[in-house]
């Protein structure tokens, strides 16, 4: 998540939920029950692609660096492995551009995964998430501290989700309207890869944005819940927590309002012009060590409760995804 103000710089599931119980959301349930997501979203899959995205040769995944390249190209790969299809005119998975940097120019890319809608292809949902994070401390050469900023709550953790996602509705094939996945770039530096994202699209087809963002740790609620982002601005949430009826699983309104995050995500730049985007998180923002140190490892993270939090997103975003419901626009600003 970034410090920046970015105006400046995802058995039918209707089934799942007619007997959904906390164990319906819960990782790695046993296959003989009926009311679980049987699909690659599981801990196992979790820790797989957490562990890559948030490696030491990651290099702290910054723009412009080897690094940053390196996950796009892994990120591409696994939308390619998932069997999704490339965005528009694209000549492949990723979006290049370059961020104007006030002593040079940095190339970088999004990298954008797509699934057409079966009824209603011109209808968008999206779901995102930024990979890229702060790089590798200056100044610490040859003194044997740790330098590389990992990166895995911020936002490895929502990269992950997207990754499992993407794999997930590919494998149900059953989606009414299209669904793009998207791994921005350029968060930290500014929003810089949602806003180039977003003139690629109409925001007028977009029915909703699920951003992810620092789903790795548990909230201050603790496990089993997560909160959204500019929660009164539509019913975005209302409609999530809908789709969890029956489940112990709660979506709360953000409460750290003082901390501005509805406009420090990715989510921003769509939302200001009317979409119902939202970021959905569990970070204590008044009390995360971790945040924005080069101490965010995979080993402070609790993947158990955030494959809980990966499934909670894909029961909640049933009607959606579904052309049953619509979030109300968002005012724009």
């Known amino acids: 998540m970034s410090l920046s103000h970015p105006l400046l710089y995802a058995l039918p599931l209707s089934l799942l939920l007619s007997s959904c119980s906390l164990d319906s959301v819960k990782p790695d349930i046993s296959p003989s029950d009926s009311v679980a997501i049987t699909s690659p979203i599981a801990i196992a899959s979790t820790k797989q692609i957490l562990s890559t995205l948030a490696a030491d040769d990651m290099q702290g995944r910054q723009d412009g660096t080897v690094g940053g390249k390196k996950a796009a190209q892994y990120i591409e790969r696994e939308f390619a492995a998932a069997g999704l299809s490339q965005w528009g005119a694209l000549s492949s998975y990723q979006q290049a551009y370059e961020i104007e940097g006030p002593e040079d120019t940095i190339a970088t890319s999004n990298v954008i995964g797509f699934i057409a809608g079966k009824s209603r292809p011109d209808e968008l949902v999206i779901f995102s998430a930024h990979y890229d ?109 809908q789709n969890l009826q029956g489940s112990n699983f709660q979506f709360h309104p953000d409460p750290y309002l003082d901390k501005d995050l509805f406009y420090r995500s990715d989510n921003a730049t769509l939302a200001a012009q009317g979409v119902p985007a939202h970021t959905i998180s569990t970070s204590k923002m008044d009390n995360e060590p971790y945040y924005h140190t080069v101490a965010d490892e995979i080993a402070t993270l609790d993947l158990v409760n955030m494959t809980a939090i990966i499934k909670a997103i894909a029961l909640s975003a049933t009607s959606i995804v579904s052309g049953d419901s619509t979030p109300t626009r968002i005012a724009q600003q």
């Open 133 to 241: 994070h702060l790089g590798v401390e200056d100044g610490a050469e040859g003194t044997g501290k740790d330098r590389i900023y990992n990166g895995a709550n911020d936002d490895a953790s929502g990269v992950t989700a997207l990754i499992q996602l993407a794999k997930y509705y590919q494998q149900r094939n059953d989606n009414e309207r299209s669904i793009v996945f998207v791994a921005f770039s350029g968060e930290e530096a500014g929003g810089f890869g949602s806003q180039a994202f977003s003139k690629l699209i109409d925001p007028d087809n977009v029915v909703a944005m699920f951003n992810i963002e620092m789903i790795g740790t548990p909230s201050k609620w603790g496990n089993d819940s997560a909160y959204i982002t500019g929660y009164d601005k539509s019913d975005f949430g209302a409609i999530l927590q």
